[in-house]
C-alpha cells in the first residue's frame, strides 16, 4: 500500500525522547563517530554503493510481500544517534515476506539517516549518487531466532527495507512541521505514537535491490538480509531539515545538532547485489 495516512503524521520534535538508559534496545554507544564505525574487519559490511550495471537480474526473485498492522505502533525515541520509531513485535501482526527471504520477518523499528546538507545523508548510493537521507525499516526472523537481540548477531537473523531520500514533493505521512513542541517527550524519554502504517512510507514501485550485508551502527553484525527500493521516495527539503533540528545531545547539555548520522560506503568485497528487475537496456 503507498497511501498516505495525513491522519496520523510523524511528528518529530527537536530534543525530543534523548536516550533512555533503561531502554531494553540494542543501542549504539555514543558519541559514534565517523572513524568508529568505519573499520570492522569483516568482508560483508554496509553500506555499500550499487552500481546498476553490476547488478544481476534474478527472475527468482519475487515481489516482497509487506503488511503492516499500524495498531503495533508504540513510540517514537531519539537514541542519540537518530529517532527511532518502534513497534510491538510480541506477534506476527507486522513484517515482511517473499522477496528473498525464506521466512516472514516481523517489523521492530524504523529511523532514517540524514545529512547536514541535502548533498550528504543517504547511506546508499546508487551509482556514486548520494541522497539526503535514507530510511531503514529493520525486522527480525522469528521464525529462526526466539529473540530480537538474538536475531541481530545470527546468520539471516534481520531484514532491512531501505529507501533513499530526494528533495522533491511534500510528503503528507512524514509530517514533520511540528518542530516546535519539544515538550512531546514523556519521563521515560520517549513519546508513546500511533496508530502509524509505515507502509505508506514506501514507494509505488516495488522493484528492489538485495543484497547479504550488515548493521550500520555497532554492533556492524553481518546479519542483515538488504532489500532496497529502486525508487527514492520524495519529500520536501523542508522535511528533511526538520531532522537537522534534532540533537545528539541529551537535554540540558551543550546542544550538538543531529546530522551526518551515516556510515560511509564499505568495499563489496566480491559480494553480488541482485535485482528483482531487469536492467534497462541503455543503462
Ligand atoms: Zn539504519
Known amino acids: 500500500g503507498t497511501g498516505l495516512d495525513p491522519q496520523h503524521p510523524i511528528k518529530i520534535s527537536p530534543g525530543l525522547c534523548p536516550p533512555s538508559p533503561s531502554s531494553g534496545s540494542v543501542r549504539v554507544s555514543l558519541p559514534v563517530s565517523l572513524g568508529q564505525v568505519s573499520k570492522s ?27 503492516y498492522d499500524p495498531a503495533s505502533c508504540r513510540c517514537i525515541w531519539n537514541t542519540g544517534y537518530f529517532f527511532q520509531v518502534e513497534f510491538d513485535d510480541a506477534a506476527e501482526q507486522s513484517g515482511i515476506s517473499g522477496g528473498p527471504l525464506e521466512n516472514h520477518y ?10 547536514a546538507v541535502d548533498e550528504r545523508g543517504s547511506e546508499h548510493t546508487v551509482d556514486g549518487h548520494t541522497y539526503p537521507a535514507e530510511l531503514h525499516l529493520v525486522h527480525w526472523n522469528a521464525a529462526k531466532y526466539p529473540a530480537y537481540e538474538e536475531a541481530v548477531l545470527g546468520e539471516k537473523g534481520l531484514a532491512v527495507l531501505a529507501m533513499c531520500l530526494q528533495a ?28 502509524f502504517n509505515p507502509s505508506c512510507l514506501l514507494p509505488a514501485c516495488q522493484d528492489y535491490w538485495t543484497y547479504s550485508g550488515s548493521l550500520t551502527t555497532p554492533p556492524l553484525a553481518e546479519s542483515v538480509t538488504w532489500i532496497i527500493q529502486k525508487q527514492p521516495v520524495e519529500v520536501a527539503a523542508s522535511q528533511v531539515s526538520a531532522f537537522r533540528e534534532l540533537l545528539f545531545s541529551p537535554l ?11 556510515r560511509p560506503r564499505q568495499p563489496l568485497m566480491g559480494r553480488r547485489v541482485r535485482s528483482s528487475f531487469r536492467p534497462l537496456k541503455w543503462g
Request: proline share 7%.
Open 41 to 67: 574487519g569483516g568482508t560483508r559490511q554496509s553500506p555499500i554503493n550499487i552500481q546498476r550495471r553490476d547488478s544481476v537480474y534474478d527472475p527468482h526473485l519475487q515481489p516482497l510481500r509487506v503488511s
Open 106 to 115: 516481523r517489523l521492530r523499528q524504523f529511523h532514517f539517516h540524514w545529512g
Open 168 to 195: 522533491g514533493a511534500r510528503h503528507e505521512a512524514l509530517q514533520s512541521t511540528d518542530t516546535r513542541a519539544p515538550g512531546s517527550c514523556s519521563q521515560d524519554r520517549r513519546a508513546a505514537m500511533g496508530p
Open 252 to 262: 540540558g547539555e551543550e546542544e550538538e545538532f543531529m546530522v551526518d548520522n551515516c
